[in-house]
C-alpha cells in the first residue's frame, strides 16, 4: 500500500493506494502514530483497490481520535468495493463522506 | 478442467498448493498476514472463475472478503508459541453453491459474536459480522484441534 499526502486549501489529504488489509494495516498504523496528523483531513481512497475490517478498523480509530479531537475527518472517491464495506458494516455513519475532493475540501 | 485467468504464485514459500481438482482447491498457507494476500486473491479468481450469472465482479468480492475476514482471524488469533503453523484454504463448487473454507489450529472461538456498536467507533468486531453479511450460511466446526469455518454462497445459474 502507498500513502501520499498532499494539501488543498489548507486541509492534509491523505491518498491511499493498493490494498489495505492485515498484511499492509501495519505499514498505515505506524504511519499514523509517528507522523504529526492534527487538523482538518481528507483521505483519497480512490485508488484503493480492496480494504477489509482491518484497514476500516484503523480509519475507524482516526475518525475517533478527530471527533475527540474536534477536528474534521472526510473519505472521498470511495469506489463501489470499498463502499461496500462501509457500508454493511455501518462504518459509512461515521464519516462524512464525498464523491470528490474538491467538494470534501469544501470548494 | 478447472482454468484460471490468474494464479498467485505458488513458489513464494509463504504457502504450497496441495490439491488442484476439476471444481475443487485447497491451499495450505503460513498464518501470516503476509499469506493474507494470497488468501483473499486466490478467493476471488476461483469465485470469479465460477460466476454464472450477475455481476461476477461482485460474486469475485464477495468470496474475496469473507475469506480474507475468516484468514485474517486465523492469524490474529494464532497461538505464537507455535512455529511453522499452517491454514488452510479450500473452495468447492457444486451445483448450486460455492464454498469456502479455512481450517486452523487455533482454539475454538464464537461465530455468533456480538455485533459491534457502531455509535461508540469500534476498531474490531468487524470481521464475522462482515462474513455474516456476505454469505448465505455460515459454521464452524471442531475437527481434533481444527477450526474448520464453511462459507457457503448459492449460485445463480442461467
Redesign the interface.
Known amino acids: 500500500m502507498n500513502i501520499a499526502e498532499s494539501t488543498i486549501n489548507g486541509i492534509k489529504v491523505l491518498s491511499l493506494e493498493g490494498?489495505l488489509?492485515?498484511?499492509s494495516s501495519?505499514k498505515f498504523k505506524a504511519y499514523l502514530e509517528t507522523a504529526d496528523h492534527s487538523g482538518p483531513m481528507i483521505i483519497n481512497l480512490e485508488q484503493v483497490e480492496?480494504i477489509?475490517?482491518?484497514g476500516?478498523?484503523?480509519l475507524?480509530?482516526l475518525?475517533?481520535q478527530k471527533?475527540s479531537a474536534n477536528e474534521a475527518l472526510k473519505l472521498a472517491k470511495m469506489n463501489d468495493?470499498v463502499k461496500?464495506?462501509f457500508e454493511?458494516?455501518?462504518?459509512h455513519?461515521?464519516f462524512d463522506i464525498y464523491d470528490d475532493i474538491q467538494a470534501a475540501a469544501g470548494n | 478442467m478447472m482454468t484460471f485467468r490468474q494464479l498467485p504464485a505458488t513458489n513464494t514459500g509463504d504457502h504450497s498448493m496441495t490439491q488442484i481438482l476439476s471444481a475443487t482447491l485447497k491451499a495450505e498457507l503460513k498464518n501470516s498476514r503476509i499469506a493474507a494476500n494470497i488468501a483473499r486473491s486466490t478467493a476471488e479468481v476461483f469465485a470469479e472463475e465460477r460466476h454464472f450469472s450477475g455481476n461476477v465482479q461482485e460474486f469475485g468480492h464477495t468470496f474475496e472478503l469473507a475469506v480474507s475476514e475468516a484468514f485474517t482471524n486465523s492469524v490474529n488469533y494464532r497461538d505464537p508459541s507455535i512455529k511453522d503453523i499452517t491454514v488452510t484454504i479450500g473452495f468447492e463448487e457444486e451445483s448450486n453453491a460455492l464454498t469456502a473454507s479455512v481450517t486452523d489450529m487455533n482454539a475454538p472461538f464464537n461465530i455468533h459474536p456480538p455485533e459491534p456498536e457502531i455509535t461508540e467507533y469500534p476498531e474490531g468486531g468487524f470481521g464475522l459480522l462482515i462474513i455474516w453479511k456476505l454469505m448465505d450460511e455460515v459454521s464452524c466446526s471442531r475437527e481434533g484441534q481444527r477450526n474448520a469455518l464453511s462459507m457457503k454462497k448459492f449460485i445463480s445459474r442461467p
Not at chain 1, 454493511?88 to 462504518?91: D, F, M
Request: charged share 25%; glycine share 4%.
Open positions: 490494498v488489509n492485515a498484511a501495519p480492496f477489509d475490517s482491518s476500516l478498523g484503523l475507524v480509530r475518525a475517533r471527533k468495493r461496500r464495506v454493511i458494516t455501518q462504518a455513519s461515521l
